[in-house]
């Protein structure tokens, strides 16, 4: 049982544009939804994270929307560059920064911004 | 200096071998983690270790452990590998940043079982 759906697996923005990547989850438990930038050969790095007491959360061009009742949280890539191409992973936890069960992740989107 | 390191980056091994990967991070956290992706980079929590507790994921066979010989380090022991056991494996660790707790990745330790 997935219990962090994400989509699209794979997506192409042109450069300046606005790539966005969809996030569901069911366990009602969680309470922390970080996204997470994996480039290749490289380890996943924290981009940004979310608490369901708050609907938006921006840091910069990347911003997270959260949805608590329909269970959803999106995040919005603005003025998009080729150096933003990369695996994006969604994920989810009991407590802050994944707690005592780790991060619960969605299968991943390979982003593309082409120049 | 590298926050969380994972010794080797690459191992290759047949099968039936017992292998361990090394992990340390030096930021001082008191919980590390293993995560296994695999080839179509699917990320899975295998273990959690905070304060000698292990948590372990139920679906990882009981051919993995981790052994923790202090604080800074979570190594991850196989034994008898099998070729579904290939994977890139990665450490974690968790830790307070500001009002928040972050979880730092190595960069990944690619296993290949032939």
């Known amino acids: 049982q997935q219990q962090v759906k994400q989509s699209p697996q794979s997506l192409i923005v042109q450069k300046g544009g606005i790539s966005i990547i969809n996030c569901a989850y069911e366990?009602?438990?969680?309470?922390?939804f970080p996204w997470y930038q994996q480039f290749p050969g490289k380890g996943p790095a924290l981009l940004i994270a979310i608490r369901p007491d708050v609907s938006e959360k921006k840091e910069g061009r990347f911003t997270i929307s959260f949805n608590k009742s329909a269970k959803q949280f999106s995040l919005h890539i603005m003025d998009s560059q080729p150096g933003d191409s990369a695996t994006y992973f969604c994920?989810?936890?009991?407590?802050?920064?994944?707690?005592?069960?780790?991060?619960?992740f969605g299968k991943g989107t390979h982003l593309i911004i082409q120049p | 200096d590298t926050a969380v390191s994972q010794t080797p980056k690459y191992l290759v091994t047949q099968m039936g071998n017992d292998k361990s990967i090394k992990c340390e991070q030096n930021?001082?956290?008191?919980?590390m983690y293993w995560y296994k992706q695999d080839s179509k980079k699917f990320l899975k929590i295998m273990f959690s270790y905070n304060n000698k507790e292990l948590i372990i994921n139920e679906t990882v066979p009981n051919r993995f452990s981790p052994k923790s010989p202090d604080k800074a380090h979570l190594n991850l022991h196989i034994n008898s590998l099998e070729l579904g056991d290939s994977a890139v494996y990665f450490c974690?660790?968790?830790?307070?940043?500001?009002?928040?707790?972050?979880?730092?990745f190595g960069a990944g330790t690619r296993l290949s079982v032939l």
């Open positions: 974690a660790s968790r830790g307070t940043s500001g009002m928040e707790n972050i979880q730092y």
């Open positions: 994920a989810a936890s009991k407590g802050s920064g994944g707690g005592a069960d780790g991060l619960t």
């Open positions: 930021l001082g956290h008191d919980t």
């Open positions: 366990n009602t438990a969680f309470d922390y």
